[in-house]
């Protein structure tokens, strides 16, 4: 069932399209939050996960300098840094480089860029989406509304950069499996990735729940096609995500 929405040749025209509220076209949705049914895991997975939560991996801190280079990278806007990404190399990076938890000022902008795109504030939207993107080049949300509202305005090269780094990215997390399973899961290293991956297969959440398969951790999401109303389940590996968090929080409550 879901081999029939995956689509692995993502394009300019179909990821500007798909961002527009999962298939509609004149109005874009807001940034997904879980669903309020998402279930906790079964069986007491989330305390078994976190019992023992291991040191942060050698290659965090590599990864955490490569985000940061490319962050300044891409910030020139320039169409040649895009083949010089490895993007899903970025995301990871991004993880070590900021945390697993965002600041409330980032749903704060998020939630104003909703406002601003739904009433084609196009002013606004660059403002918010250059202030979230100077913080974070790897948020994918912030660079499709940026590259819808540049093509509106006329500015194609640049509409098409920002479009550009958001392909790079969504095809960086579908390159990692086919999303049907443990096995072949999707690898997201924060939950809006999850979210954006649906708004390309043009579906919207139904629920979530957290689940273990063998030493991994998963994001397991039943969606709603928004053409014809059939049903999928998606796998994310969220894996790394959830070790950094735990590792947040030890820190928080002063233990490891």
Known sequence: MLGRVVRRGVTVAGLLAAVGGCGTS???APPARAPDDAQPPPNGAFQRASDSVPPRPAFAAADAAYYRSRATALQTESAAEIAQTDFLRMLRGRLYARGAFEPDSVQSLHDRLTRAFAGSDTSTVLDVTARLLAEDQADIRAHMLRAVTLRKLGSSALADFHAGVAIGIVRSIMGTG???GFESAWTVYRVPEEYEVLKF?????????????????????VARRVDGGEEIQVYFDISELFAEEHRALGRTLGTH
Do not use: H, K
């Open 178 to 180: 086919d999303g049907r």
């Open 26 to 28: 004149n109005a874009e």
């Open 201 to 221: 297969l043009e579906c919207t959440p139904v629920s979530q729940s957290l689940e273990l398969g063998g030493d991994r951790v998963f994001d397991v999401l």
